[in-house]
């Protein structure tokens, strides 16, 4: 089946640094990629679509200055969070649909990062 | 009110038992999506549907689309199928709504 790579798995940061997390589908193109964050005991929270070429369209509640996504191939996004604070602290996933599946297209999900900001 | 709402939001069982997870939601959809979450925080997509009946292995997921509702069924129940199972549904304009996840242990 179709891969999503999620990089890296685990880091841990001091307060006021950025962070990047890479986002690849590794065996198909993917026009769109989303990002996700998800707290324990809780369930996926959508922060922003990303659109290869395009500027991303974040959820509302969402910082975009906070949360710099860039989109700038088919097979790559990033999420940066910028200057980030322990309430950054999360599990940040990252999901991509094959270009040929259109917007209701089957869902491929990275292994998740999960970011700790001390 | 969420626009995705699982049931139950645990659930534990016997081997071998027959499970079922319910979703129902209160938006249009293009689609509705099971998920499956391991503890590690992977996810897999186990299914994709917007009418009728899937199956895969011992998995089984239906949809309602006229009263919408969604079933996943396992069969045969595995300490292995141990996960949280999240409904999630789309729309056009990839909107996403997301269940809260119904987390499931299957006991040898």
């Known amino acids: 089946g179709a891969v999503v790579s999620q990089h890296p798995s685990w880091v841990i940061c001091k307060s006021g640094t950025s962070v990047k997390i890479e986002c690849r589908s590794l065996d198909f193109q993917a026009t769109t990629m989303f990002w996700y964050r998800q707290f324990p005991k809780q369930s996926l929270m959508l922060m922003a679509t990303s659109n290869e070429g395009s500027k991303a369209t974040y959820e509302q509640g969402v910082e975009k200055d906070k949360f710099l996504i860039n989109h700038a191939s088919l097979t790559l996004s990033t999420l940066t969070v910028t200057s980030a604070h322990p309430e950054d602290s999360s599990f940040y996933i990252c999901s991509a649909s094959p270009v040929t599946s259109g917007s209701a297209g089957e869902l491929f999900f990275g292994e998740g990062s999960r970011l700790t900001v001390l | 009110k969420n626009e995705v709402e699982q049931s139950p939001q645990n659930l534990t069982a016997q081997e071998g038992e027959f499970i079922t997870i319910n979703c129902s939601y209160s938006?249009?959809?293009?689609?509705l999506h099971w998920l499956q979450q391991h503890p590690g925080g992977g996810i897999v997509s186990l299914f994709m549907?917007?009418?009728g009946k899937k199956k895969h292995g011992r998995l089984i997921a239906t949809i309602n689309i006229q009263e919408k509702h969604s079933s996943l069924h396992i069969t045969a129940s595995h300490p292995r199928d141990s996960a949280v199972y999240i409904c999630a549904v789309t729309r056009t304009g990839n909107q996403f709504y997301f269940g809260t996840g119904t987390s499931l242990t299957v006991i040898p």
């Open positions: 549907l917007s009418s």
């Open positions: 938006v249009g959809i293009s689609a």
